[in-house]
């Protein structure tokens, strides 16, 4: 195998949208004056915190500066990186040009080249005062230590916007799709970049990141970044996939700030599948697009199905007009988003009633405040739990108050209403775990397993499923996360299932939805759905598929 310096690297091809040039360039500079007007409203109201608020409006305009080089597709690190040291210069220059103005006679005002001047009159002036401690006697300015203080935050905006321009160009880029590549990152102890490299060079990258120990402070870590590009068309594995490692190094024994210790390093194909436990988005997609592709992106291994024959086909029948998709309407999206921030209303209504409370007592009003304090506080709690614990019981409740409705005006249903062994479901295609959508959902359903018939039914709101146990091939939970879960802290937790139809195999991704108010974790949702699997493999005509943990 080639050194990883000597394998194939992404090179930038250096190009710039001519169309996206004006508006990189005058977004740019219009972003850098308003945070130049900005510092100088704060200086003349008393809240320029130095050193904090310069840092925080320099963050602010690399943030505009990387959404400008975005937009512009820009690729050209030195033009990015020139420009984003030139407007953050700008941007603190322009703060005492803004400040200059009120002190100035109409004659004088917008007079550019007064600016020098006016800063060496700061810089022998300015005067730096402790906020909140008691101002003893009258301080005299240094002017030395003004000077300094100017370098440091001019420093700080050219250096944080230049590097963000400059990092942000160098993102791969496919001139074929004409779209930036997606970033993913896999967060690992500081200092893991020679252990890593180490299992890559040796061919168990894959085994390197699952290995490696788990890291205490983001900001700390060490990183292995995958870039890959989306194409709605073909595959990621179309395309080239790079990877980058990014760590700390030390110096006579001191941290020092973070660098690429390898930067963008193309993946051979197997490489990449290798990954697919470790990269759950770029999984995600490539299951999409491979369907023989069995991921599982967390902890959870599942044993390949063994080949089996049926001798059945489940029925899937559409619901005929007028009763199809009378909950899932135009408006269920909006039904279901404004009842699950319902918690909100209650976290902040409890703070507010609790506030009140405070000023009651305050004025003497004993009673009524502690009332007011204990009825807020119950809120404020009674929102924290159902926001953590209880995420979209409200829009569950409501959805599955419509659903019961909906399918007792129907003639006739597949499942009984007052089955107490009925679940409520939905089917959530595999593309919803890879594009944030208002609603995950494609169908909403109650599903019986029964066992004395050997069958399963779902009566839906789209669909109706009638599943011989037979005609099932496979039935296995599975890990998913949602496309904004970044950190990969909140497992979706799927009932894979696999049967034959007349049209072929066909695959369903089952929710068992939560519509109580017990506290719902990860491992409650794992052991649901386990559970629901196990009933379901009972059904099969075959042997159990055995889950490995």
Known sequence: MPLLNEREHYVSDMGVMPAGFPMLFCGAIAAALGIGFVLSLLFERGWYFIV?????????????????????????????????VL???????????????????????NRVELVPEYIAHRMANDVQEDVGKPQVGQKKPLAVMNWLMFLFELSC??????????????????????????????????????????AWQSGELARGLLDAPPVGQPQQSCKFIAEWFDDPDASPLDHP???????????????????????????TTAEVLSLRASLPKLATKLDVIHPELQVAPAAVIAAPAAATETMFVATVTPIAEPYRQLVRNGAYAWNINIRDIIPVFYFLGGIGVMALGGWLCSVEQ???????????????????????????????????SRLRTEFARRPKTLVDLSDPEVKYVSIIPRESFVKIKWTMSSDLLLMKIDQARNEIRME???????????????????????????????QLWMVRLLFQRDTGEQELLISVVHTDWSPHTNRSRERIARATCQQINALMAVETVEILE
């Not at 040009?97 to 004659?107: A, E, K, N, R, S």
């Not at 024994?253 to 193309?266: A, N, S, Y």
């Not at 924290?384 to 569950?396: A, D, K, R």
């Open 460 to 490: 839906g709101d789209s669909d109706q499923y009638l599943i011989p146990g037979g005609a099932i091939t496979d039935c296995q939970p599975l890990c998913m996360f949602h496309p904004i879960d970044a950190q990969r802290q909140n």
């Open 241 to 267: 996939v790079y990877a980058s490692i990014e760590d700390h190094y030390r110096t006579w024994g001191l941290q020092t700030m973070r660098r690429k210790v390898l930067r963008q390093v193309e993946l």
């Open 87 to 109: 407007v953050g210069a700008l941007a603190y220059v322009s703060y005492f040009y803004f400040d200059m103005q009120p002190h100035l006679p109409p004659p004088l005002q």
């Open 157 to 198: 905006f050219m250096g944080i916007v230049g590097a963000t321009g400059w990092n942000r160009a160098r993102r791969a880029y496919s001139r074929d799709l004409r779209r930036w590549a997606h970033k993913e990152e896999v967060q690992t102890a500081p200092y893991y970049s020679e252990n890593l490299m180490a």
């Open 366 to 400: 004993i009673i009524l405040g502690v009332l007011a304090i204990f009825v807020g506080g119950a809120g404020f709690a009674w929102g924290t739990y159902t926001s953590q614990l209880c995420i979209s019981v409200y829009g569950n409740l409501w959805a599955l």
């Open 52 to 84: 904090i608020v310069p840092m925080v409006l320099a963050l602010a305009l690399g943030g505009v500066l990387h959404l400008l080089v975005a937009g512009s597709k820009c690729r050209n690190h030195w033009i990015a990186g020139i420009l984003g």
